[in-house]
């Protein structure tokens, strides 16, 4: 869900913070920037949760419930994203993360990096499993998938906690 503290490493607005549902980031993606539409888009979602302050003022003038709708409306947009995908399946997209939990449910295929090569790709289902994810990071990560959504979880890296 949304979490009000946020964190951000860099001083962006209510405006770029629900444009990262976008780029499944919590920061702005170098050199990339929304179309008229996507804007567009974010601008109504943040009027429609009635976010407060203008939308370009600071992430750090919020107040908490502030963030949270703003967050909520971050969200939302990602929402749009699988509207898009039902409404012209013909489309294809591309979200490059590090965070599962920011996948539209939409998604049916992923492929995973490692060292910059592809250690798996195919059918998400297939490829978001925990072993492939610990195999990717290095690191033992319990990988979940309810209700269209994906949840990664880091484990202790010790014999006694199998990842099962």
Not at 22 to 51: C, H, K, N, Y
Not at 52 to 77: C, K, Y
Not at 142 to 161: D, F, M, V
Request: net charge neutral; with cysteine; hydrophobic share 40%.
């Amino acid at each position: 869900m949304a979490n009000p503290r946020h964190p951000l490493r860099s001083p962006l607005t209510i405006a770029d913070v629900v444009l990262t549902g976008l780029t499944g980031t919590i920061e702005r993606m170098p050199r990339w920037q929304p179309s008229e539409d996507q804007a567009a888009r974010a601008a109504e979602l943040i009027d429609l949760l009635g976010v407060g302050p203008p939308a370009n003022d600071s992430w750090t003038t919020f107040s908490q419930g502030e963030r949270g709708r703003a967050l909520i409306a971050r969200e939302q947009l990602l929402e749009t994203l699988d509207h898009v995908h039902t409404t012209h399946p013909h489309l294809a997209s591309v979200l490059v993360t590090h965070h599962l939990e920011e996948l539209p449910a939409s998604t049916t295929h992923a492929a995973l990096l490692r060292e910059g090569k592809v250690l798996a790709s195919g059918p998400a289902y297939d490829v978001l499993t925990t072993n492939l994810i610990s195999k990717t990071f290095n690191h033992p990560i319990r990988i979940q998938y309810a209700a269209g959504r994906w949840t990664a979880t880091a484990r202790p890296s010790c014999s006694c906690c199998p990842l099962t």
